[in-house]
């Protein structure tokens, strides 16, 4: 126990700082991070006997994390989402020709299980996980938010269903997830931005109304990102993506529930609590 606290705590204070430097600083941890979910991603996907094209996974998630990185190197801050469409399109079309031409003594000859998994992981790891970014170049007070509601979500839901739990949310997926323990961590979500947006009101125009939307997006789809992980662990027969972070598992089992929420948060802080649809 006093191992999985260290490293937990440790992981937060490195993360914290880089988190609060950010520029070039955050944008080097977050793309090792890109390749290390990348990599467990692909190891989940093969345990499960599927085989995607593994350097392209990792290819477009790069292409995806350098495209969000740009504002950070003095680019527009709206070029990333220009450029996304682009990027989507061609890591598809680019998948469908590498798995096209792919069959030798090493590598099997694609299947269709192959090319979905492939567009799959570039789009798990790849585009939800760059929204990251573009959030903290929004300010940091609106990361901090972010992040915190996701971590309380979590908080909630666990302590909830400890104390509280009786009906089975989605037991063939995650047998110890249970309604209780879910609506308790959608509570604590709502809280915490709450809290968070009336000591920040001036960065959210004083309106505690986006408090509200905030812990609901984060409350809701933070549970579904947890949950798809588990769906695919539990499809794969695995119980963490990896080990990187010892007792905690890997990074994915860490920040699955944060990839859900991102996209949401980010385009309802640029649409309607900056005003820049």
């Given at each position: 126990?006093?191992?999985?606290?260290?490293?937990?705590?440790?992981?937060?204070?490195?993360?914290?700082?880089?988190?609060?430097?950010?520029?070039?600083?955050?944008?080097?941890?977050?793309?090792?991070?890109?390749?290390?979910?990348?990599?467990?991603?692909?190891?989940?996907?093969?345990?499960?006997?599927?085989?995607?094209?593994?350097?392209?996974?990792?290819?477009?998630?790069?292409?995806?994390?350098?495209?969000?990185?740009?504002?950070?190197?003095?680019?527009?801050?709206?070029?990333?989402?220009?450029?996304?469409?682009?990027?989507?399109?061609?890591?598809?079309?680019?998948?469908?020709?590498?798995?096209?031409?792919?069959?030798?003594?090493?590598?099997?000859?694609?299947?269709?299980?192959?090319?979905?998994?492939?567009?799959?992981?570039?789009?798990?790891?790849?585009?939800?996980?760059?929204?990251?970014?573009?959030?903290?170049?929004?300010?940091?007070?609106?990361?901090?938010?972010?992040?915190?509601?996701?971590?309380?979500?979590?908080?909630?839901?666990?302590?909830?269903?400890?104390?509280?739990?009786?009906?089975?949310?989605?037991?063939?997926?995650?047998?110890?997830?249970?309604?209780?323990?879910s609506l308790s961590g959608f509570v604590f979500s709502l809280l915490m931005t709450l809290t968070l947006v009336y000591f920040n009101q001036e960065a959210f125009n004083h309106n505690l109304f986006h408090g509200v939307m905030i812990g609901v997006i984060?409350?809701?789809?933070?549970?579904?990102?947890?949950?798809?992980?588990?769906?695919?662990?539990?499809?794969?027969?695995?119980?963490?993506?990896?080990?990187?972070?010892?007792?905690?598992?890997?990074?994915?089992?860490?920040?699955?529930?944060?990839?859900?929420?991102?996209?949401?948060?980010?385009?309802?802080?640029?649409?309607?609590?900056?005003?820049?649809?």
């Amino acid at each position: 126990m006093n191992n999985r606290f260290l490293v937990g705590l440790s992981v937060f204070v490195f993360f914290f700082i880089c988190l609060y430097i950010g520029g070039w600083v955050l944008s080097l941890i977050g793309l090792f991070v890109t390749l290390q979910v990348t990599s467990e991603y692909i190891n989940i996907v093969r345990a499960k006997g599927i085989h995607p094209s593994k350097w392209w996974i990792r290819f477009v998630g790069i292409l995806f994390w350098f495209t969000t990185s740009l504002p950070v190197f003095g680019y527009p801050s709206d070029l990333p989402l220009k450029l996304y469409v682009f990027v989507f399109t061609f890591g598809v079309i680019g998948c469908f020709f590498r798995l096209i031409f792919r069959g030798n003594k090493n590598e099997p000859i694609a299947s269709i299980s192959d090319i979905g998994a492939s567009v799959l992981g570039f789009v798990y790891t790849g585009l939800l996980p760059s929204f990251f970014l573009l959030i903290r170049e929004l300010g940091f007070i609106y990361v901090i938010v972010t992040i915190l509601a996701v971590a309380y979500c979590d908080i909630g839901a666990y302590f909830g269903g400890k104390i509280f739990g009786k009906n089975p949310l989605k037991p063939e997926i995650s047998p110890k997830k249970t309604f209780e323990g879910s609506l308790s961590g959608f509570v604590f979500s709502l809280l915490m931005t709450l809290t968070l947006v009336y000591f920040n009101q001036e960065a959210f125009n004083h309106n505690l109304f986006h408090g509200v939307m905030i812990g609901v997006i984060a409350g809701i789809f933070s549970q579904f990102g947890d949950l798809f992980e588990s769906l695919l662990k539990r499809d794969a027969g695995l119980k963490d993506s990896g080990n990187l972070l010892l007792s905690h598992g890997g990074i994915l089992d860490r920040l699955d529930s944060y990839f859900f929420v991102l996209w949401a948060v980010y385009f309802y802080l640029l649409w309607v609590v900056l005003g820049r649809f």
